[in-house]
């Protein structure tokens, strides 16, 4: 009987399941670790939404006024301090018309700081158009154009040909004292420059980076020499250049040999 009851609870403590106790600590680390985030999101949300408390706009104005400037930008900076894209605020003030450089800067803890550059103009383009000092027409309906600018026009969308032909003479003639007051290409093609002093420069349509070149080695010298003389220089020719006098006068030409280039220039007298 014994030996029963023996085998009976040997049976009982064989069957018996040991259950595995609950993970109660890395329960609790993953939850406290949800709350750490969650609570970090909600900060980083209200700290992106803080709204932007001050702007500092620097700048030589002339043309453009800070009031335009955050005006233009107005709808970026509603969206707080961190949110703000800077740049695309960027690319806001350089599209306007007098905007040629912009940066922009966070300064903690919701300031921004604006620097921006005007463009200068440099010539006229056309009626009412302004190209800067690269030849980038940056206004093309301008309420007013200075008087002092050198004019530029020609043929419609031809401005970048002639804005950097211009730019090239004008660094040329600085050591000569020399200067270019207005260029113009015709619809048929052919270039014209008038320089400060008056004289007319006559290029025509064919080879005028070759005739501007001998322009620049040989006209330019004549030039200095007689410029309260002259009237025009017409450099429509294969092999040289006239010269037109202002009292009108036509005598026997002398020609001019330029020294070391075979070129003769006929001189009208």
Same mark, same amino acid.
Request: charged share 25%; hydrophobic share 45%.
């Given at each position: 009987?014994?030996?029963?009851? /023996?085998?009976?609870?040997?049976? !009982? ?19 406290? /670790? ?7 999101? !909600? ?41 703000? @894209? ?16 912009? @940066? ?5 803890? %919701? @300031? ?138 036509? /005598? ?7 020294? %070391? ?9």
């Amino acid at each position: 009987m014994a030996r029963k009851q /023996a085998k009976r609870r040997k049976q !009982q403590k064989a069957h018996k399941v040991t259950l595995p106790s609950f993970p109660w600590r890395k329960l609790s680390a993953l939850l406290l /670790a949800i709350a750490i985030i969650t609570l970090s999101y !909600q900060f980083s949300a209200e700290l992106l939404n803080q709204p932007i408390r001050a702007i500092t706009i620097e700048g030589p104005f002339q043309r453009v006024s800070a009031l335009q400037i955050e005006a233009a930008i107005s709808d970026e900076l509603a969206s707080g301090f961190l949110s703000a @894209n800077l740049s695309a605020i960027q690319e806001m003030l350089v599209a306007l018309p007098w905007i040629d450089q912009a @940066n922009v800067v966070r300064r903690w803890p %919701g @300031n921004l700081e604006i620097s921006v550059t005007e463009q200068i103009p440099a010539a006229s383009w056309g009626e009412s158009g302004l190209l800067n000092t690269r030849g980038e027409l940056f206004v093309s309906a301008a309420r007013h154009v200075p008087a002092e600018l050198p004019r530029l026009s020609g043929p419609e969308g031809q401005y970048p040909i002639v804005a950097t032909r211009y730019l090239d003479i004008r660094e040329k003639l600085l050591h000569t004292g020399l200067d270019v007051r207005r260029v113009h290409v015709d619809a048929r093609g052919a270039w014209e420059m008038t320089l400060a002093n008056g004289i007319d420069i006559r290029l025509g349509r064919r080879d005028v980076g070759e005739r501007i070149q001998l322009f620049l080695d040989v006209a330019v010298n004549i030039i200095s020499r007689h410029e309260s003389e002259i009237e025009f220089v017409d450099m429509r020719y294969s092999n040289g250049f006239t010269i037109g006098w202002k009292n009108g006068s036509r /005598a026997s030409a002398r020609d001019f040999e330029t020294e %070391g280039s075979g070129l003769v220039a006929g001189i009208i007298e």
